[in-house]
């Protein structure tokens, strides 16, 4: 990955590649640094808030866990009313929540 990451070192999908292989790891911080990488990099790519979510609900950060799932998009809302549940925090009324529409 490192590899990689120096051959493309502007690569957000790289980046946060990196990110995933330091949580499997179980390297929290690493894994939280490299994700904020990945944000400076591109902060519109959702999946590096999709990583940050699972990074902070790891490290029992529910609120931050939730607001980094609620930040990658609407298709993870359920994700986020559980962590802001576990974090003893209200929830989100449905009617809130930015969802499809259906067509």
């Keep these: 990955m490192q590899l990689a ?3 493309d070192p502007v690569s ?3 980046a ?3 990110a995933m ?3 499997y790891r179980r390297d929290f911080e ?3 640094d490299q994700c904020d990488h990945t944000i400076e990099l591109n902060p519109h790519f959702a999946p590096a808030y999709w990583t940050l979510g699972l990074i902070q609900e790891q490290r029992k950060d ?3 866990s939730a607001a980094a799932f609620q930040r990658a998009g609407p298709s993870l809302a359920a994700r986020s009313r559980a962590c802001t549940a576990r974090s003893g925090a209200p929830s989100p ?3 809130s929540a930015r969802w499809p529409s259906a067509s």
Aim: net charge negative; charged share 20%.
């Design 5 to 7: 990451q120096s051959l």
């Design 12 to 14: 957000a999908i790289i």
């Design 16 to 18: 946060r590649d990196l």
């Design 21 to 23: 292989v330091h949580y």
């Design 30 to 32: 690493a894994a939280l």
């Design 62 to 64: 529910f609120d931050e």
């Design 93 to 95: 009324s449905p009617a």
